[in-house]
DNA sequence: GATGAATGAGCTTTCATTCAT
DNA sequence: GATGAATGAAAGCTCATTCAT
């Protein structure tokens, strides 16, 4: 179990997806630090029970055990705490993605692990899940002024999977691997959204992922997919 | 052009997608219906500017030329007017989707028309396709109380093709078709919706949608796909 | 049985509470004057019912079985429905109170006479009582602009009483009648209050007038009150 | 003059009739307790001046100094200033009321010295009378909710002198407390409410209350009144 | 840095009144 | 006269944000 699978696979999110940044060298940082931390992890929390913009501050602060004001002393508004909790996430998600994505030896067997590890991340962090696909769009600040590299980044993993098998002859060289790696991401977005408003899933993702990669597998391939010798 | 080609061909939505349910028989009826449907008509826009939230009933009012009180004559409170908005023209889209596959003689086709229908109906309604896809989910009474059938009903659009086409041998037994329809929907969800921010398209809807009909087709007939004799 | 006695004892108030201040003469006269009551009866039972202020004039309408305009074609506005219900009531029921006292040989056997008549009017019009006793005083222009005569006239019927009884010695000529009348009208205000609060009585009005006069009587009355030879 | 008589007799109420309930300790409570106390006297100003329903919220914050905003971190509503300066306000009555009639050594004695003090206190506090009086009436959460045992304990301060008059054979047995307490203070209050309206008075309370104990004790001891020797 | 009381702009919704028909 | 759809001013209340301590 490397670092990685501690965070996936860790049953108390909030414990572990808001990550200290530093060594802590002091138990001021330290502090400063929690306090940082504790908001982040109140907040998405709050956001998921109530929607961003039923989501109150005070709410926040509450849950997060800080006064009010404290809050504003980490971040610049509301709006702003729902997009650095995306970027910091987000960049922790590729990263590990990336790294899950590297131990598979081909680009189909790639884009199968990508699905599976996307699906795992919703089952395994529900609440933060529901906050990316649901209580983000409910920014105006993040839909209309934000123009996050990290979604892009996220989505640019299934990119430039799609273009090395491109290039590798093993995926159709008529698909736009910048709609491939939408619909694959919208596939996957509105499986878990699903799930998620199911009160966290009657239904497998474990199997979901495996259907949704088979589909797009099948779907985007040069030849009818011999998936083992790509 | 029949009736329906008038809607889904208009270049001034808001003009067509609110109509008159019934035969004009008096300038009262008529006028009251106007009113009404102004209302929506103003809601749309506001909503697909500003979001949810950030709508002011005065706004609509003011767009739709009636005093804010008047609103409160027609629908009960903000939430209502998007739940109607939802509700009234899903029965439409559901009604004009279901004519447009229907000219289709097998499940791979349709499945096709589906796709390219409903690319084209964001491509013509984006405001309205905004609405749907974005401001629908910042409503806390949408999606927490909505139980609403008319979306269940257009997903089951999918859900049927594919069952039939599994009956027919045409497309592979293996796959649930409750997932089928969520993957296809969020496919083309996701794609919608970048064109939508992208300031309504940079980039060819048409072409998306053949594209990804061909990723889904190939990725759940059960052949290589032959579309031609289904 | 006289006329008085009619509206005295009627059991369904609404009916005979208002009345038709001129024979008709044509059946539009008629429909006029039926309609303009019908407001006030039906504004007594929601004044009543509601209070002043959370009285909707729609509702007046409604149970009126008129327009909401319609009602501006009889009153100019809200407060006036209730001044003219006070007014119009106050001219009946100080007619019907000077006829009953007017029975009476001696000033004391009038003022029991009075109070006995007071609260038997309450007894058989307790929501007309009610608007007198609470939702008047809801009405700004009533409280502060109404110089009602209709009230000063009926604490005068006190008023002159008391001072008919000091002039023939019956009753002390220490007291103001000024300050007699009030105190006397206040406590049968305040005893009418409490029973209509309480759902219309679970004790019996007739035993408490026989109370309130004996103290007053006693109480004013020059001599220990042998009132039977005044 | 005691503590008490301090309130009494001030001529400002506003500054003593909400009275800090603990010594101040620190600067904090002080200013704490000022705000909370200024609201209260500001809502007892517009409350008087204006009534229940015409007073805006707003205004009461505009005479208090504070932002309109605050009020509602000291009370929950509107309804509740009402209802809060009703209790605290009548806390305090009642135990000055109990502590002036104690002083007086026999129960007609103290029945006058219950009617001297009341009218004492609409005399001092007109404005706070006055919202006892009128405006009260007007809250439909007072009327209707409210089951103020406050009000009750001030009625029966009268029905157990009256009790206890009975007992020792002071009082006629035939009356029952539950009318005499009402009517006295029904008496009291007209007089009062009379008083108030006239822009406080151009005539004597004191005289008033004179003659008021007169009438009632006269009317309800048991024997013609040697009120020297109850 | 941390607090949390205070702020006040801004919102939805109501409802007495009007007026075109 | 009668209607009732339309009006639009008005106000109670919320809550993100600030700032004195």
Not at 53 to 68: L, M, S, T
Not at 138 to 165: A, R
Request: net charge positive.
């Amino acid at each position: 179990m490397n670092a990685h699978s501690f965070f996936w696979e860790c049953e108390s999110p909030p414990q572990c997806f808001i990550r200290q940044k530093f060594t802590r060298r002091t138990a001021d940082l330290s502090a400063k630090q929690d306090k940082r931390s504790r908001i982040l992890q109140a907040a998405v929390k709050v956001f998921a029970e109530k929607g961003f913009y039923n989501a109150k501050v005070a709410e926040i602060a509450r849950k997060a055990g800080v006064a009010d004001g404290t809050i504003y002393l980490y971040f610049k508004n509301k709006d702003e705490i729902l997009i650095l909790i995306f970027e910091e996430e987000m960049e922790r998600v590729i990263a590990h993605v990336r790294a899950e994505v590297e131990q598979e030896g081909n680009v189909v067997a790639k884009l199968r692990r990508f699905v599976q590890t996307h699906l795992k991340f919703v089952r395994k962090n529900p609440k933060l899940a529901q906050v990316f696909q649901l209580e983000l769009r409910q920014s105006n600040k993040f839909i209309k002024e934000y123009t996050g590299s990290s979604l892009k980044e996220y989505l640019n993993i299934i990119g430039q999977l799609v273009e090395e098998g491109q290039a590798k002859g093993v995926i159709r060289t008529d698909l736009h691997p910048g709609l491939v790696k939408r619909a694959l991401f919208g596939a996957l977005d509105e499986i878990a959204t699903h799930w998620l408003l199911l009160k966290n899933g009657r239904y497998d993702l474990n199997q979901s992922a495996e259907e949704i990669a088979d589909i797009f597998i099948r779907g985007i391939t040069a030849e009818p997919p011999h998936e083992q010798h790509s």
